[in-house]
């Protein structure tokens, strides 16, 4: 029997090795890496690129398909402190199922057009196409079934909803339990360089994100070639938006499906858990000897969730009445749902103001948003070491940065002139009606269902036939006999000629530069003006306060005023409005000025407000020392001035690691 109990405990031990070889930490550290990835192109680069593709093929408005990032966010903000808490136990298997729900909700996207996508009439076939043209002896049934179609979309919409809250359920555990456990299995001396290389692999996957989304949405749908007369160029184009969902499903089923086979705790946790406890040790006693185990208090192991919101309470109510974290909390949240608002709609912006296809969008949207938003967090960390500045030195930094942005969003005033169309917003309406009635085209036009744009004398009309044109020729998108005479149409709108494109992208990357060259300053202050203790449930509650206040709402505000710009709406087979197909540009220009300026003002102020309770608080606290010093409170001499003899705490306390000489 003893023999047999030494070859079982042989048997542990070797098992554990070989845990130790299987699942090692740069095995994980990899993993996670690829999650940072899968989850930042998916939600931060593919999300964002196709919306608007999205809204074309399932005929949605602009703030109906804006509830689809915005759920995505609050279902992070809902569930990040239940994963924190639930899933501490065994975080690997926790981020692994996260994983797979991410990928599973991608694949709901890319399913939705599978199933619910279909070719529209302005697909068919070159036969059919005749409809388009002026023909007295035809007669339009182009429409749907109502129900067929109204079914379809609201069964796509539903699709859509599920797959992107099961993708912000699964990104919850990303940074959660994915950081706490790569802290665990690293050295505390290497784990900051582990973290830079995930935190940079997070900031450029949107990058890549934008790139390959331009690219699949340069692609027909179908990945198959095209039908005969559509091009990238035309305003009913669906490229392949779907692909892009597709990979991040099975990059997310892969690293998900691994992560499940983790153990809890890896053979390197109990040295780096005794490093850790050797340099805590070491910075409480000055270096100068050992000190005894701080002995952990047995009911810290096992509290339950009501236990911990009871100890929160306190810190939590702490916080909340911290008149400085609260205004610089409230400030940032107007800088959240900028951010997050022109991050879904800057692309469709970019598409209607200077008529490129959504594939240029994407190009010209990546290529200006994600160097911009990192040129501004490099500049504002090396600014913060360089010059030493503390948290209340940031807060002022944030006031005059919020001015700065202010100005450079004039930049949005440079707008476009909105595509002429006739009878819709044309000065000249019904230029061709003589010939359309003479012509006998009014029963053969297909109805509003249909947007198939030529472009006469600078004039665009919804389809041929409006334009009476009687013949055509697909190899040159050319339709000919067209107003009773013999003109000439151009297949697509009539070209607007703005030249304001390189000056818009100058401004937009001046804008998002400033924006986030606010990222460290806000960090920093936001961490420095709580206590220590208070910081976690302090980044904590912003976190959620930005998500729920900020990107949230963001989208949805910034789609709805963009529907009112709207001048032509597709219309369904019910009567009902699907997605827009023109834009007033003129509109959308004073919507996106009116919701940048008016947001970032009110974070100004806030900013301002902020900095100046803090410079109070900062200047209370020193009268207080001041006093304390000439009253004989410090035994020794002390000739420097506070800031120098002991920094005073950025909470407006001082800092006990320097002030060692105070009695009380």
Not at 28 to 38: E, K, P, Q, T, V
Not at 135 to 160: I, V
Not at 298 to 309: C, G, R, S, V, Y
Request: hydrophobic fraction near 45%.
């Amino acid at each position: 029997m003893a023999s047999l109990a030494v070859t079982s405990s042989d048997v542990d031990v070797q098992e554990k090795k070989k845990q130790g070889r299987l699942f090692t930490p740069l095995f994980y550290f990899f993993l996670w890496c690829g999650c940072i990835f899968a989850q930042s192109m998916l939600v931060s680069g593919f999300l964002n690129v196709v919306l608007s593709t999205i809204q074309v093929e399932f005929q949605m408005s602009s703030a109906k398909a804006a509830m689809f990032p915005s759920n995505y966010d609050i279902s992070v903000a809902v569930t990040v402190l239940l994963v924190a808490h639930f899933g501490s136990s065994h975080k690997p298997r926790t981020l692994g199922i996260g994983m797979l729900l991410l990928a599973t909700g991608s694949l709901l996207f890319a399913l939705a057009h599978f199933i619910y996508g279909k070719d529209n009439i302005l697909e068919a076939e070159d036969s059919e196409k005749k409809m388009y043209l002026c023909d007295s002896n035809s007669n339009s049934d182009s429409k749907t079934d109502c129900l067929e179609e109204t079914m379809g979309n609201s069964g796509a919409y539903a699709l859509l909803t599920v797959g992107s809250i099961l993708i912000g359920l699964g990104a919850s555990p990303v940074y959660t339990a994915g950081t706490t456990f790569c802290d665990e299995i690293f050295p505390p001396q290497k784990v900051s360089v582990y973290f830079g290389i995930s935190y940079g692999i997070g900031a450029l996957s949107p990058a890549i994100g934008f790139i390959l989304g331009g690219v699949f949405l340069g692609f027909y749908k179908s990945l198959g070639d095209p039908p005969e007369g559509l091009t990238v160029d035309n305003v009913n184009w669906v490229g392949a938006w779907w692909l892009g969902f597709l990979i991040c499903a099975l990059m997310g089923y892969v690293f998900g499906f691994l992560l499940l086979f983790f153990p809890a705790q890896l053979p390197e946790c109990e040295d780096v858990k005794q490093k850790k406890l050797e340099l805590n040790i070491q910075i409480e006693n000055g270096e100068e000897g050992p000190a005894n185990e701080p002995a952990t208090p047995p009911e810290a192991k096992n509290q339950t969730f009501i236990d911990l919101l009871k100890d929160m309470l306190p810190l939590l109510k702490s916080v909340l009445l911290n008149p400085v974290f609260v205004v610089i909390v409230l400030g940032s949240i107007t800088d959240s749902l900028i951010i997050s608002a022109f991050a879904a709609w800057l692309p469709k912006m970019v598409e209607s103001q200077f008529g490129v296809s959504s594939s240029v969008a994407a190009y010209i949207t990546g290529g200006v948003t994600v160097p911009g938003a990192a040129g501004g967090i490099i500049v504002s960390g090396l600014i913060v070491k360089w010059k030493k500045l503390n948290g209340l030195q940031c807060a002022k930094w944030q006031a005059y940065i919020g001015v700065a942005c202010i100005l450079a969003q004039l930049g949005l005033l440079i707008h476009c002139p909105s595509v002429q169309i006739d009878g819709v917003n044309n000065a000249l309406n019904g230029t061709c009606n003589n010939a359309t009635i003479a012509n006998g085209c009014e029963e053969s036009c297909p109805g509003t269902d249909v947007y198939e744009p030529v472009c006469l004398g600078g004039v665009t009309y919804r389809t041929p036939c409006i334009a009476a044109c009687t013949d055509y020729n697909t190899d040159s998108s050319e339709f000919f006999n067209c107003c009773g005479q013999d003109d000439i149409a151009t297949a697509g709108a009539c070209d607007t000629n703005c030249k304001w494109l390189i000056p818009y992208v100058i401004c937009l990357f001046l804008i998002m530069f400033l924006t986030f060259l606010n990222n460290i300053f806000f960090l920093t202050a936001n961490l420095r003006c709580v206590k220590d203790s208070e910081r976690v449930i302090a980044i904590s509650l912003q976190s959620v306060s930005f998500r729920v206040f900020g990107s949230f709402p963001g989208p949805i505000i910034l789609g709805a005023f963009i529907d009112k710009a709207c001048i032509l709406w597709n219309t369904n087979a019910c009567g009902e409005e699907g997605a827009c197909q023109e834009y007033d540009n003129r509109k959308i220009m004073i919507v996106a000025v009116s919701i940048a300026m008016i947001a970032k003002t009110i974070g100004t102020i806030l900013y301002f407000i902020g900095w100046r309770l803090w410079a109070r608080r900062e200047d209370s606290a020193s009268i207080a020392y001041s006093d304390d010093v000439k009253g004989g409170i410090v035994t020794n001499t002390v000739t420097a001035e506070p800031e120098e003899a002991g920094q005073l705490d950025l909470n407006g306390e001082l800092d006990k690691a320097d002030l060692t000489d105070v009695a009380l």
